[in-house]
Nanobody, 122 residues
Framework: VQLQASGGGLVQPGGSLRLSCEAS????????MGWFRQALGKEREFVAA????????YYGDSVKGRFTISRDSAKNTVYLQMNLLKPEDTAVYHC????????????????WGQGTLVTVSS
């Protein structure tokens, strides 16, 4: 079972990127999925989460109004649309499966995939 994040890259401030997190090996359609990020020298930070149906979403304060999480269960993929990017959004972004407990705590998640690096710079 693997989660693979992709879609990162270098973007100018104010730009957009869409990250994808594809699960292989089994389906996670009945689980809440989350995105976290970790900047160099900082702790892992909650970005967004989406419940199994896609009907409920949760966002970290620093990304509310700019980022949108969605999922396509048929493709076993979760997306993170990031708009109005800022230099402080620079980080490695990871996706993971929520296993119980607080949506905002990384210790509530498992199956961490390899992250994808997002760099926001002019």
């Amino acid at each position: 079972v693997q989660l693979q994040a992709s879609g990162g890259g270098l973007v100018q401030p104010g730009g957009s990127l869409r990250l994808s997190c594809e699960a292989s090996g089994r389906t996670f359609s009945s689980y809440t999925m989350g995105w976290f990020r970790q900047a160099l020298g900082k702790e892992r930070e909650f970005v967004a989460a989406i419940n199994w149906s896609g009907g409920r979403t949760y966002y970290g304060d620093s990304v509310k109004g700019r980022f949108t999480i969605s999922r396509d269960s048929a493709k076993n993929t979760v997306y993170l649309q990031m708009n109005l990017l800022k230099p402080e959004d620079t980080a490695v972004y990871h996706c993971a499966v929520h296993m119980g407990g607080s949506f905002f705590n990384p210790s509530s998640y498992d199956r961490w995939g390899q992250g994808t690096l997002v760099t926001v710079s002019s």
